[in-house]
Nanobody
Framework: QVQVVESGGGLVQAGGSLRLSCAAS????????MGWFRQAPGKEREFIAA????????LYADAVKGRFTIASDGAKNTVYLQMNSLTPEDTATYYC????????????????????WGQGTQVTVSS
């Protein structure tokens, strides 16, 4: 069993930055591919960014490419989402997810690829 816990959300002005953290416990962290998703009120949960097992490869949604960066720290069993140039459209609950079944080197953008999910952290961007 894997526990995934997000932190770092909050209120920020447009143009600002936030860094979200996702701590994963259980098996060796490097055995997991990790992903970030977000869900705004009344909308479907959407993919944001993913990183493969061992952190070798990343994948981003077009909406955040060039503004968000996903990175992992195996020593801390933590994956981060650095979010820059935030806009009100980035307002959502952000979820971290983990998968132990994806092949090494493959980051995944599909919700169905992830088995373990956190409870989410709220990000609000004011205009």
């Amino acid at each position: 069993q894997v526990q995934v816990v997000e932190s770092g959300g909050g209120l920020v002005q447009a143009g600002g930055s936030l860094r979200l953290s996702c701590a994963a416990s259980g098996r060796s962290f490097n055995n997991y591919a990790m992903g970030w998703f977000r869900q705004a009120p009344g909308k479907e949960r959407e993919f944001i960014a993913a990183i493969s097992r061992n952190g070798g490869n990343t994948l981003y949604a077009d909406a955040v490419k060039g503004r968000f960066t996903i990175a992992s720290d195996g020593a801390k069993n933590t994956v981060y989402l650095q979010m820059n140039s935030l806009t009100p459209e980035d307002t959502a609950t952000y979820y971290c997810a983990a998968s132990s079944s994806l092949p090494y080197g493959v980051p995944a953008g599909r919700r169905e690829s992830y088995r373990y999910w956190g409870q989410g952290t709220q990000v609000t961007v004011s205009s």
